[in-house]
């Protein structure tokens, strides 16, 4: 069968394949360790779900607006817009709900970006951002920092990519799969390139309150922590998937400029519609019942630290042969394996398959986020399956 040019290149999702091929080999009976979803493993908080639950008894089962519910979009703008430098003046108008950031990202690539224009992806990068940008039919263009520098972009890096169809680029810190953090201001020299160069910046900040800095309950720097002036044109993509363990609500957002968001509306307008309602009004409740939100945040990023330092502490000890990236946030590591491959086992998908096989331990190839060299570890498990997973690893 003939299908369209428009999915010509479009492969599936490497992160989800992965997890249903674990999901699958433990449900016929095997001893599986799955290191590979990209999800808490925390149920969401009982009173978020309550609020859904009232709010379909109440009736709240219709369809909302498509950019979402006013007061929803006003409550992801007064969490966002608090604390941040005068001039942003962040309303409701920037706000777009979507069905998970992966919506907001697609809305934004596909809004700004056509054929011939180029995309810098900062890479490694997650696995859905070159596939969105060829949707959009754009080019990805993969553009790395130093592995020493944990692949941060400096301006340099930038302007080696750079032509004159360069038209956006997509940054995520903290960052999936790497854990890498931009200070504030790293972050500022990329967002004054991306203004000086006429480049649209999708700023990807889905792990920001995921973040182990000095500081408890600090977020990772954002794009909206810079003075405005310094930040050119900008989509800032966020949701509740991560910081409120509510991957199955499917509730994104994007923020804006008003213009911008117009269009991103207009677009969904065609294609979802609004995002589900009833999540909608779970998202209302998990974004302005800020206190009790502010102490579950705080215990799940305390347990993700935890499990942060056990992690990288057992590698250090019982992995020596596989370095590792220490993450500042998220709750990904990323694990240099290139120093085993062999003519046998030649690259990373052969050797998560060639681990998965030996010891049932599900780990995402590094080539599925554009670093063949690495493979990727969630640490979103409990510490004793993440203890047993390594003990695995080591007795090979
Ligand atoms: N961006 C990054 C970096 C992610 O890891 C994910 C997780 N799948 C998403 C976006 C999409 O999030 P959501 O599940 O809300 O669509
Ligand atoms: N973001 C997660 C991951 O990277 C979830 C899976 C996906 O949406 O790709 O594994």
Known sequence: MTFSPNIANLRPSATIAVSTLAKKLRAEGRDILDLSAGEPDFPTPD??????????????????????LPELRKAVAASLGTGIPAGWDLTAESVVVTSGAKQALFNACFALFGPGDEVLVATPYWTSYP?????????????????????????????????PRT???ILCSPSNPTGTVYSLEELGEVTRWAR??????????????????????????????????????????DGVSKAFAMTGWRIGYSVSAPEIARKLSALQSHTTSNAATPSQVAALAALTRTERAAADIRDMVAAFRRRRDLVVRLFREKLPQLPVLVPGGAFYLFVRVDGEFTEAVPDSGAWCSRVLEETGVAMVPGAAFGDDRYARLSFASSDEVLEEAVRRLAAR
């Open 47 to 68: 009173w978020i779900s309550e609020a859904a639950i009232e709010g379909i008894r109440e009736g709240r089962t219709r369809y909302t607006p498509a950019p979402g």
């Open 131 to 163: 596939e969105i940008v060829e949707l959009a039919q754009a080019t990805p263009v993969f553009v790395s920092g130093a592995a020493d520098r944990g692949f941060r972009l400096t301006a340099s890096d930038l302007d080696a990519v750079r032509t």
């Open 167 to 169: 038209r956006g680029l």
């Open 196 to 237: 000086d160069n006429d480049v649209h910046l999708i700023s990807d900040e889905i792990y920001r309150k995921i973040h182990f800095g000095d500081a408890e309950g600090e977020d990772a720097p954002g794009i909206l922590d810079l003075e405005p002036e310094s930040v050119g044109s900008w989509v800032l993509v």
